[in-house]
């Protein structure tokens, strides 16, 4: 499924991405998009209304469109509701990724217009040496949300910690996955169905799990597609600041109260809709 594919036969390509202080990290983003020739348009949702971005330059058409900063997920909502045809495919990125692999792009754009039911593609990501980074996850149990802040309980639970990012799985191939780390990801518009792609409840962090847990919740699928690679400058500010910390935490609970708990894949599955 991963061969060449027929330009002709590809969704429309759309990108987006937020800003909000991000203008240098953002020439090299669009940067690594140049050689994609298949980009209808990048829209860049501006949460810094003091910085002027009017200078960005790109092969494609580029949007800039400002609004108060009301979080990531409503900020890549804005974007959302300017690509005019149900059948597109957005990137919804980071400002702080880079593209490494432009002509997996074209791959991977086939590979979701052959595979109707796959609502996001999760990329492959490496950080700035090269190192691969842990994007896919399962859904969270007490034992894996433990082991993410407390390092013991990783060492107490080495199966569970592991079997949450998906190390005893081959990572070669297109896999199924519950979700993917939400710096870049490949999303089907048509999943929206109308409606907002993103709880906008999520200020920041926890949105990407959501919008898995959505369209697992709605008969779709989640994919990684391991040939597809970006690299990601990684911030990990909820680890050093307390402010960041508590972004991470309220968006924690948030989660497990629109859930009624922290559900697996099956339990999404069984609920429907």
């Given at each position: 499924?991963?061969?060449?594919?027929?330009s002709?036969?590809?969704?429309?390509f759309y990108i987006?991405?937020?800003?909000?202080?991000?203008?240098?990290?953002?020439?090299?983003?669009?940067?690594?998009?140049?050689?994609?020739?298949?980009?209808?348009?990048?829209?860049?949702?501006?949460?810094?209304?003091?910085e002027?971005?009017?200078?960005?330059?790109?092969?494609?058409?580029?949007?800039?469109?400002?609004?108060?900063?009301?979080?990531?997920?409503?900020?890549?909502?804005?974007?959302?509701?300017?690509?005019?045809?149900?059948?597109?495919?957005?990137?919804?990125?980071?400002?702080?990724?880079?593209?490494?692999?432009?002509?997996?792009?074209?791959?991977?754009?086939?590979?979701?217009?052959?595979?109707?039911?796959?609502?996001?593609?999760?990329?492959?990501?490496?950080?700035?040496?090269?190192?691969?980074l842990?994007?896919?996850?399962?859904?969270?149990?007490?034992?894996?949300?433990?082991?993410s802040?407390?390092?013991?309980?990783?060492?107490?639970w080495?199966?569970?910690?592991?079997?949450?990012?998906?190390?005893?799985?081959d990572?070669?191939a297109?896999?199924?996955?519950?979700?993917?780390?939400?710096?870049?990801?490949?999303?089907?518009?048509a999943?929206?169905?109308?409606?907002?792609a993103?709880?906008?409840?999520?200020?920041l962090?926890?949105?990407d799990?959501?919008?898995?847990?959505?369209?697992?919740?709605?008969?779709?699928t989640?994919?990684?597609?391991?040939?597809?690679?970006f690299?990601?400058?990684?911030?990990r500010?909820?680890?050093?600041?307390?402010?960041?910390?508590?972004?991470?935490?309220?968006?924690?609970?948030?989660?497990?109260?629109?859930?009624?708990?922290?559900?697996?894949?099956?339990?999404?599955?069984?609920?429907?809709?």
């Amino acid at each position: 499924m991963c061969g060449t594919v027929m330009s002709e036969k590809l969704p429309p390509f759309y990108i987006i991405t937020v800003n909000y202080r991000s203008r240098e990290q953002l020439r090299e983003f669009l940067a690594s998009l140049a050689p994609a020739s298949l980009v209808r348009r990048c829209l860049i949702v501006n949460h810094s209304p003091e910085e002027d971005l009017a200078d960005l330059a790109a092969p494609f058409p580029v949007q800039v469109i400002s609004q108060a900063n009301a979080g990531y997920g409503a900020g890549l909502n804005r974007g959302l509701r300017e690509i005019p045809e149900p059948e597109a495919v957005a990137l919804l990125a980071n400002p702080d990724v880079a593209l490494l692999t432009p002509a997996a792009l074209t791959e991977a754009l086939g590979y979701m217009a052959a595979n109707s039911r796959v609502g996001c593609l999760i990329p492959h990501m490496v950080g700035a040496a090269g190192e691969a980074l842990p994007v896919c996850r399962s859904f969270y149990s007490l034992r894996t949300l433990l082991a993410s802040r407390l390092p013991f309980c990783r060492r107490l639970w080495p199966g569970a910690w592991h079997g949450h990012h998906y190390c005893d799985q081959d990572a070669a191939a297109p896999r199924e996955v519950d979700w993917g780390a939400g710096a870049a990801l490949l999303y089907r518009v048509a999943t929206a169905a109308g409606r907002p792609a993103f709880d906008e409840r999520f200020f920041l962090y926890f949105e990407d799990v959501d919008l898995c847990a959505d369209l697992w919740r709605r008969g779709f699928t989640v994919m990684h597609y391991p040939s597809l690679i970006f690299r990601h400058e990684v911030q990990r500010q909820s680890t050093s600041s307390l402010r960041f910390l508590g972004y991470h935490l309220a968006s924690l609970l948030k989660f497990i109260w629109k859930y009624r708990g922290l559900p697996s894949r099956e339990d999404l599955v069984r609920r429907g809709p």
